[in-house]
Antibody
Framework: EVQLVESGGGLIQPGGSLRLSCAAS????????MNWVRQAPGKGLEWVSY????????YYADSVKGRFTISRDNAKNSLYLQMNSLRAEDTAVYYC?????????????WGQGTLVTVSS | DIQMTQSPSTLSASVGDRVTITCRAS??????LAWYQQKPGKAPNLLIY???NLESGVPSRFSGSGSGAEFTLTISSLQPDDFATYYC?????????FGQGTKVEIK
């Protein structure tokens, strides 16, 4: 069974940094591209970042480019999101999501999410 | 970036009703469109991909259609478990973008 478990969320002051983790199990992690998707309280879904299966290619939403860095450790079956220079508008539940092999860009598997609150 | 616009934003319906949600893209995305269902406090659940392919395990009362820039999600006979928020998502090009959501409420 595919499992994705996020951790690392919490309350952080504006301008601060936070590192989210996503522990994956139930599949061959180094075979699949991974993503982060976020959802502000009471709002819709926003794609944040993508990383290829090998970790050599990554993409970011304009809203986080230059502040967030996605990475992965295939030996540890883990995905990460380093978030710097955090702003109030980054407050959201952050989900890690796994893609399909054959169809890039859709998310059949999601974690339960971790809440990041940026506030003084 | 490709903008995705859903209508309506809220839909009130009764059990057994046929429900249709529309999603329009700001440019052609071929058939690279997915639909998700989300319930409060839960992660989204993939329903349909490639505009009309039903995800494994999803009830057959859900169907999708369309191509290019206009798409629909249809629930043929609304069930109590279907009251939720539905999102479309394009994956034709990065950044992947979602519609603003359609909340299906009990009438």
């Amino acid at each position: 069974e595919v499992q994705l478990v996020e951790s690392g969320g919490g309350l952080i002051q504006p301008g601060g940094s936070l590192r989210l983790s996503c522990a994956a199990s139930g599949f061959i992690f180094n075979t699949y591209a991974m993503n982060w998707v976020r959802q502000a309280p009471g709002k819709g879904l926003e794609w944040v970042s993508y990383i290829s299966s090998s970790g050599t290619t990554s993409y970011y939403a304009d809203s986080v480019k230059g502040r967030f860095t996605i990475s992965r450790d295939n030996a540890k079956n883990s995905l990460y999101l380093q978030m710097n220079s955090l702003r109030a508008e980054d407050t959201a539940v952050y989900y890690c999501a796994r893609e399909y092999l054959a169809v890039v860009g859709i998310f059949p598997y999601w974690g339960q999410g971790t809440l990041v609150t940026v506030s003084s | 970036d490709i903008q995705m616009t859903q209508s309506p934003s809220t839909l009130s319906a009764s059990v057994g009703d046929r429900v249709t949600i529309t999603c329009r893209a700001s440019q052609s995305i071929s058939s690279r469109l997915a639909w998700y269902q989300q319930k409060p406090g839960k992660a989204p659940n993939l329903l349909i991909y490639e505009a009309s392919n039903l995800e494994s395990g999803v009830p057959s009362r859900f169907s999708g259609s369309g191509s290019g820039a206009e798409f629909t999600l249809t629930i043929s006979s609304l069930q109590p478990d279907d009251f939720a928020t539905y999102y479309c998502q394009q994956y034709n090009s990065s950044p992947y973008t979602f519609g603003q959501g359609t909340k299906v409420e009990i009438k």
